[in-house]
C-alpha cells in the first residue's frame, strides 16, 4: 500500500523509481506485443519480458487496457517530439513536405517495435465493451496535417491548386504507412533511401514547377 506520510526526498525518490518502473514495464509491453501479436500478449508474458511479477505491473497500470492506452499516447508524444522540430525548421512548402515525409519514414525505422505494437492494438484491441482501444481520430488528424501543409502551400502559389489535397494527404499517409509492413519483413530495408523517394515523389507532385529544393 503506497504510504501518505513520505517526506519531500521519499517522495521523489519514490517517483522516479515508480517513472523508471513505469518505463521498464512499457518497454517490455511493446516488445512483447510486437514479438507475439496483441492477442498473445498478457500481462504475465509482459511480466516475463521485463522481469518482474505480474504484481508490479497491476500496481502501476490499471489492466492490460490502461498499458496499452499508455503506450499510444506515448507513440504519439515521440512521434511530435521527433516529426515536430524538422518541419517547422524548413521555410519552404516543398521543404516541410520533404522533412514530414522523411522524419516519418525515419520515425518508424527508430521506434520500430513501438509503431509495429501500436498497430497490433489499432487492429486488434478492445476494451470489455466491445469498443477499440485505439481511437481512429489519430489517423484522422495525421491526414488533415497534411491537409493543411499542403493546402497553405497551394494559396502561396508553392503547390499546383490542381489537386485535391485530402485525396494527396491520404495517399502519402497510406505510403508511410506502408513501410512498416516491408520493414517488418525486410529488417535491412534502406529506409533513408526509401523516405528519400516516398519525399521526391510527393514532392513532384505537388510543386508548381519541376523540380524541386534538396
Known amino acids: 500500500m503506497r504510504s501518505e506520510n513520505r517526506t519531500a526526498g521519499q517522495t521523489a525518490d519514490r517517483t522516479f523509481i515508480e ?18 501479436g496483441y ?3 498478457s500481462l504475465a508474458r509482459i511480466a516475463e519480458t521485463a522481469g518482474i511479477s505480474k504484481g508490479v505491473i497491476s500496481y502501476h497500470f490499471d489492466g492490460k487496457d490502461d498499458l496499452v492506452r499508455e503506450l499510444i499516447a506515448e507513440l504519439i508524444t515521440r ?29 518508424v525505422h527508430e521506434y520500430r517495435n513501438h509503431v509495429l505494437a501500436t498497430v497490433e492494438v489499432a487492429l486488434n484491441a478492445r476494451a470489455a465493451d466491445g469498443s477499440r482501444l485505439f481511437d481512429a481520430s489519430v489517423l484522422d488528424a495525421g491526414v488533415a496535417a497534411v491537409r493543411g501543409l499542403l493546402a497553405s502551400f497551394q494559396r502561396t502559389g508553392e503547390f499546383r491548386a490542381d489537386f485535391d489535397p485530402e485525396v ?24 533513408g533511401h526509401h523516405g528519400r523517394e516516398l519525399a521526391d515523389l510527393f514532392c513532384r507532385a505537388a510543386q508548381s514547377e519541376p523540380g524541386h529544393p534538396r
Open 39 to 41: 492477442g498473445k500478449a
Open 79 to 107: 512521434a511530435a517530439a521527433y516529426m515536430r522540430p524538422r518541419i517547422e525548421a524548413e521555410p519552404t512548402g516543398a521543404g516541410m513536405l520533404r522533412a514530414y515525409v522523411e522524419s516519418n519514414v525515419a520515425l
Open 168 to 191: 494527396m494527404a491520404i495517399a502519402i499517409r497510406a505510403a508511410i504507412d506502408a513501410v512498416l509492413p516491408r520493414l517488418a519483413r525486410h529488417p535491412d530495408l534502406d529506409v
Open 19 to 36: 517513472t523508471a518502473r513505469r518505463a521498464q514495464i512499457m518497454a517490455a509491453a511493446i516488445d512483447t506485443i510486437a514479438e507475439l
